[in-house]
């Protein structure tokens, strides 16, 4: 089992805002990384830190964090947008490791 | 540009090793820590395995500590991993990716993957 725990399944009408979480206690002292995984295709990395965009990837994808939940929203979301989104930090055992939430499927209608 | 190229999957019986690597290109290899990263089939992402730059930091996953070792040739811009006594459970898709700091766990490129299949 994750220790980061993300909904298996989210929907968003076509250009709307959708907003996907992630739950951990390492969530309490460390940022969360976001990565879109399409099929058959690797991550691709869409968020790091308090909220950074890696070089290509659009404005409309946004980070935040409050207490134990990191969020990953997507501003206006487009049909390329469907895919499997995860997140990542560290696990809250105390030996620091990377830990990846189970994912959440995201379906744009 | 940055490419990562895995190599070295395929079908091996429980119980068997095999060596992936991984061939870095377009950027300067010895300064990132590198990570090995699977995918189970229809199944989320799993940390395995993680080397700091220099080689002298090595972690890895409860799940396949004792089995797996991580190594890197910086001089050869390549990254490894050596899987022995290997287990049903450890089919999947292997990615290796690069660290975007110094173990910040920020995995900004992944390779395409190779597929390693653990049946007899």
């Known amino acids: 089992s994750s220790e980061l725990t993300q909904d298996p399944a989210v929907s968003v009408a076509l250009g709307q805002t959708v907003r996907i979480t992630c739950q951990g206690d390492?969530?309490?002292?460390?940022?969360a990384s976001w990565y879109q995984q399409k099929p058959g295709q690797a991550p691709v990395l869409v968020i790091y830190?308090?909220?950074n965009r890696p070089s290509g990837i659009p404005d409309r994808f946004s980070g935040s964090s409050s207490g134990n939940t990191a969020s990953l929203t997507i501003t206006g979301a487009q049909a390329e947008d469907e895919a499997d989104y995860y997140c990542?930090?560290?696990?809250?055992?105390?030996?620091?490791?990377?830990?990846f939430g189970g994912g959440t499927k995201l379906t744009v209608l | 540009q940055v490419q990562l190229v895995e190599s070295g999957g395929g079908l091996v019986k429980p119980g068997g090793s095999l060596r992936l690597s991984c061939a870095a290109s377009?950027?300067?290899?010895?300064?990132?820590?590198m990570s090995w990263i699977r995918q189970a089939p229809g199944k989320g992402l799993e940390w395995v395995s993680y080397?700091?730059?220099?080689?002298?930091?090595?972690y890895y996953a409860d799940s396949v500590k004792g089995r797996f070792t991580i190594s890197r040739d910086n001089a050869k811009n390549s990254l490894y991993l050596q899987m022995n006594s290997l287990r049903a459970e450890d089919t999947a898709v292997y990615y290796c990716?690069?660290?975007?700091?110094?173990?910040?766990?920020?995995?900004?490129?992944w390779g395409q993957g190779t597929l390693v299949t653990v049946s007899s």
């Open positions: 990716a690069r660290d975007l700091g110094q173990g910040v766990y920020y995995f900004d490129y």
């Open positions: 390492s969530l309490r002292s460390y940022y």
């Open positions: 830190g308090k909220n």
């Open positions: 080397i700091s730059s220099s080689g002298s930091t090595i």
């Open positions: 990542n930090s560290r696990d809250s055992s105390g030996n620091h490791r990377p830990v």
């Open positions: 377009g950027f300067t290899f010895s300064d990132y820590y």
